[in-house]
Nanobody
């Protein structure tokens, strides 16, 4: 099992930037795929971005070109750089981890470890 703690959320104006961080502890981090998901009020949790253990990245269409996911295996950290944010990016953002699987990186049930979430609010 891996423990995940997100940080960096807050209030930001539309068009601004924010950097989320996720600190991992527990089992070996290097072999895990790491993902960021978000959940807005009244909506289902959705995939945002993921970085596989081989550093290949994936993004939801809604954030591609604006968000960047990265990982630092030595520090056991995952980051989500959010640029040109929009009001529709407002949500609780969750960091998640999973062991390697063939399942698509956006498949929520394939992730077995989750952080507590951090709120991101984008004002218009």
């Amino acid at each position: 099992q891996v423990q995940l703690v997100e940080s960096g959320g807050g209030l930001v104006q539309a068009g601004g930037s924010l950097r989320l961080s996720c600190a991992a502890s527990g089992r070996t981090f290097n072999a895990d795929d790491m993902g960021w998901f978000r959940q807005a009020p009244g909506k289902e949790r959705e995939f945002v971005a993921a970085v596989r253990s081989n550093d290949i990245t994936f993004y939801a269409v809604s954030v591609e070109g604006r968000f960047t996911i990265s990982r630092d295996n030595a520090k056991k950290m995952v980051y989500l750089e959010m640029n040109t944010v929009k009001p529709e990016d407002t949500a609780v953002y969750y960091c998640a981890a999973r062991r390697w699987t063939r399942a698509w990186v956006g498949t929520i049930p394939s992730y077995h470890d989750w952080g507590q979430g951090t709120q991101v609010t984008v004002s218009s």
